[in-house]
């Protein structure tokens, strides 16, 4: 018995070191040998997102907690500090169409049901940055996980911190945590396949956590980098 | 509000028969409809768009009520309506899941209004208005507001005097509407059940 106290012991303790109790995982620095690297990480980490001006299509499989889901084709557009997206059927009617610009202030054009909640547009609109754009936090913190992973950590002006994790595979990790530093979202960004010319991930999963969690399963159809002429059409 | 999304879905698709009823009259008075299939073109255009989305797919029915409406790409769905049942599969991977909810239970509250149109009574649609411009094109129109705030008009393309559709158009607004381009299009082939029962 005393045995099985003292493993039980060992192994609270190192549950202790490896995450902190408010969920938040231990992001242990660089070794001083590796320490010149950490400008690489950080860029290798911002590759993960997109600056300028793209156009991508995602076939987006949906699913609540309860198991209900359905799928629905995304449609992005990151146009500089201004974000556009819409949700239709693969029959191509159009459920909901928003805007936001830098501001924040968020422009809904059509919000039809199930999409037509208060919150939805806003919530909507934070996952699709959370996934296309680097967070804001100019300096973040650089260093790895117990795995061995690296990992830059931004955490933005209201508290909540954001993990980039670059695995060997070349696949990426994001998980974003609330300022009592709970688990909210977690996505896995997988390879990049070339798509004219561009290098961009094949696929994005992300799940919220939470009572009313749920799951995005995002495969890309295409994706195009938006040329000024182009732009204004839009 | 998902039923009448439902509708103008089930519009789209049904309008390749519809048409022949509607026309009817100064058209195609000898043409019955007992099945009908073609390929199709879709081309989806947003504001927000700087290109438009492309699917391509195919659609078949069988009078009186069989459907099969399936797209290849990008996202490989069916949707299959036969015996009053309607069901909607969509592929991962190499296989098809059936898909619940998004409307697909309210298909078959509309099943009896569509069995309506293909009996010829378009005009007395509650839902739409129809306009005949010319005799290749008709218009419809939403008659509730609430529809009309979603859906601004429907026209559709008639192939000459075939029998069949050359395009269906869903005006969603100001820069936004999806076109259907229709092709390869046959009436009245034998078509085999198992069509409209399995993905």
Redesign the interface.
């Known amino acids: 018995m005393r045995a099985v106290c003292l493993a039980m012991l060992a192994f609270l303790l190192l549950s202790c070191s490896t995450f902190q109790s408010s969920g938040l995982p231990v992001l242990n620095g660089l070794p001083s040998a590796e320490q010149s690297l950490s400008g690489e990480i950080v860029q290798s980490c911002e590759q993960t997102f997109f600056k300028g001006q793209y156009q991508f299509v995602h076939s987006i499989v949906f699913q609540m907690a309860d198991g209900h889901g359905a799928t629905v084709i995304g449609v992005t557009v990151l146009d500089g500090d201004t974000l556009k997206t819409g949700l239709m059927g693969v029959e191509g009617f159009v459920f909901f169409e928003a805007i936001q610009k830098k501001d924040s202030s968020l422009e809904v054009n059509r919000a039809l049901p199930p999409f037509d909640d208060p919150g939805f547009a806003s919530g909507l609109m934070r996952d699709v940055r959370t996934l296309f754009q680097v967070p804001s936090d100019p300096h973040p913190s650089v260093g790895t996980f117990a795995d061995g992973t690296s990992v830059c950590r931004y955490v933005e002006d209201k508290g909540q911190t954001t993990d980039v994790k670059i695995n060997m595979d070349g696949s990426r990790e994001i998980t974003v945590y609330d300022t009592d530093h709970n688990r909210e979202r977690s996505i896995t960004v997988g390879p990049r396949i070339p798509v004219d010319g561009l290098l961009i991930p094949g696929n994005l999963k992300l799940k919220a956590h939470g009572m009313r969690g749920y799951s995005l399963d995002m495969t890309l159809i295409s994706a195009e980098k938006i040329r000024k002429y182009e732009n204004k059409k839009i | 509000?998902?039923r009448l999304?439902t509708l103008?879905?089930f519009l789209?698709f049904f309008s390749f028969p519809l048409q022949v009823k509607a026309t009817e009259a100064d058209l195609l008075a000898s043409v019955q409809v007992d099945s009908v299939q073609a390929d199709f073109t879709?081309e989806?255009q947003?504001?927000?768009?700087?290109?438009p989305?492309i699917?391509k797919g195919r659609f078949v029915f069988q009078a009186p009520d069989s459907l099969r409406?399936e797209?290849f790409s990008?996202?490989r769905?069916v949707l299959l309506m036969h015996d009053g049942h309607i069901r909607k599969f969509?592929q991962?991977g190499e296989l098809f899941k059936e898909?619940?909810?998004?409307g697909v239970d309210s298909m078959q509250i509309v099943l009896q209004e569509i069995t309506g149109w293909l009996d010829g009574e378009i005009t007395d649609t509650p839902t739409f208005k129809v306009h005949t411009k010319d005799n290749n094109r008709i218009i419809l129109t939403p008659r509730q507001e609430a529809l009309a705030k979603?859906i601004s008009s429907i026209e559709l393309k008639l192939l000459g005097q075939t029998g069949l559709m050359e395009s269906v158009t869903?005006n969603?607004?100001e820069k936004?509407l999806?076109r259907m381009v229709f092709s390869d299009g046959k009436l009245n082939e034998k078509i085999p059940a198992v069509t409209f029962i399995k993905p």
């Open positions: 509000m998902m999304l103008i879905l789209i879709q989806k947003l504001p927000i768009l700087v290109r989305i699917s409406w797209y990008p996202v769905t969509v991962h898909e619940q909810g998004m979603i869903l969603e607004g936004s999806t």
